[in-house]
C-alpha cells in the first residue's frame, strides 16, 4: 500500500534551515508529481511546493519562493525540502503528498522560535 514517510522537522531559530525528507513506498513514485504542504495551528493546509516526476520541474508558494527548495531522488524514492531562512510565519506541520493516489504523510512538525 502507498506509503509516506515524512522526517527531518525540529525546532529552529529564525533564520535558521530545516531540511525535511519523504520516503516513499507502495507506488510508482519516479512517474508520480509530489508536493509539500504545510498547516498552521488554525489555518488551512495550504501547498508549499510541487515537483514533477522527473524533478525537470518545480513550482513553490509566493510566500516561500527564494527561500525553499523541492528535489527528489527517484532511485531511492525519496522527496525532499530544502528550508532556508525559516521565518515564525513558517512554522506549521509539513506534509508529503501524492496528489495521484490523494495520500499524504503523517507530517513532521517544523517549529521557528528564538
Known amino acids: 500500500q502507498v506509503q509516506l514517510v515524512e522526517s527531518g522537522g525540529g525546532l529552529v531559530q529564525p533564520g535558521g534551515s530545516l531540511r525535511l525528507s519523504c520516503a516513499a513506498s507502495?507506488?510508482?513514485?519516479?512517474?508520480?508529481?509530489m508536493s509539500w504542504y504545510r498547516q498552521a495551528p488554525g489555518k488551512e493546509r495550504e501547498l508549499v511546493a510541487t515537483i514533477s516526476s522527473t524533478g525537470g520541474s518545480t513550482n513553490y508558494a509566493d510566500s516561500v519562493k527564494g527561500r525553499f527548495t523541492i528535489s527528489r531522488d527517484n532511485n531511492k524514492s525519496t522527496v525532499h525540502l530544502q528550508m532556508n531562512s525559516l521565518k515564525a510565519e513558517d512554522m506549521a506541520v509539513y506534509y508529503c503528498?501524492?496528489?495521484?493516489?490523494?495520500?499524504w504523510g503523517q507530517g513532521t512538525q517544523v517549529t521557528v522560535s528564538s
Open positions: 503528498y501524492v496528489g495521484r493516489y490523494k495520500y
Open positions: 507502495g507506488f510508482d513514485f519516479s512517474n508520480r508529481a
